[in-house]
């Protein structure tokens, strides 16, 4: 279950109350379209990294021909590098060059949204809440409505839930312990079914 609101703040704010997991209407649409930025990203990157490509090859080859050790190699290349704090200290430090220091910041940059796409993927599992309301006229709230049921998630409106005199956190907190008892009952009727057999 996802909680998409409109800003970040609200996200967090909500998050922080719920224990859900958030994210805001602009990152699930960023979603659709992740792939195909990558893509050109890389193709960007590959132009302005040839001094950084001539360095690898070099630290390489020593590597092959046994002139320097695979410590030695990723040192050079910062390949062991896994933090953006310590690609800087090395280029402080002359250790590495600006291109290389540069290519690790993208590079970590890279798994980072990778891992946070992947936290949020929407597939047929995931019950995705907008607080927002049903509106015919917003298009942005219409195409992430339509992103999330093409994927085959199911959309629900955080003031479709609103009660009488309960806020919409309260609302939400419920839709997430209804959609838990659903789930739960789903896989007793199928280890139901498996022990029949």
Known sequence: ??????????????????GL???????????KNAKLREAAARIEQAKEE??????????????????????????????????KWMADFRYATRQIS???KDYIHRQIDIVNKAKEREERAINENTVVIF?????GDNKTL?????YVQSRGGQV????????????????IQAAAAAKARENQQQ???????????
Not at 131 to 135: L, P, Y
Request: aromatic share 6%; glycine share 4%; no cysteine.
């Open 1 to 18: 279950m996802i909680v998409a609101a409109w800003s970040n703040k609200k996200a967090e704010d909500l998050e922080e109350k719920t």
């Open 21 to 31: 997991k958030t994210t805001t209407i602009q990152k699930i649409l960023s979603d």
């Open 50 to 83: 040839k001094g950084t490509t001539i360095r690898r090859i070099k630290a390489n080859f020593k590597h092959a021909t046994w002139q320097w050790s695979a410590a030695e190699r990723d040192r050079y290349t910062g390949d062991n590098l896994k933090s």
């Open 98 to 100: 600006k291109a290389e």
């Open 131 to 135: 607080d927002s309301q049903k509106s």
């Open 142 to 146: 219409q195409e992430a409505v339509q």
């Open 156 to 171: 629900v409106y955080a003031n479709d839930l609103r009660g009488q005199g309960t806020s919409v956190i309260e609302n």
């Open 187 to 197: 896989q007793t009727q199928v280890q139901s079914r498996i022990q029949e057999r």
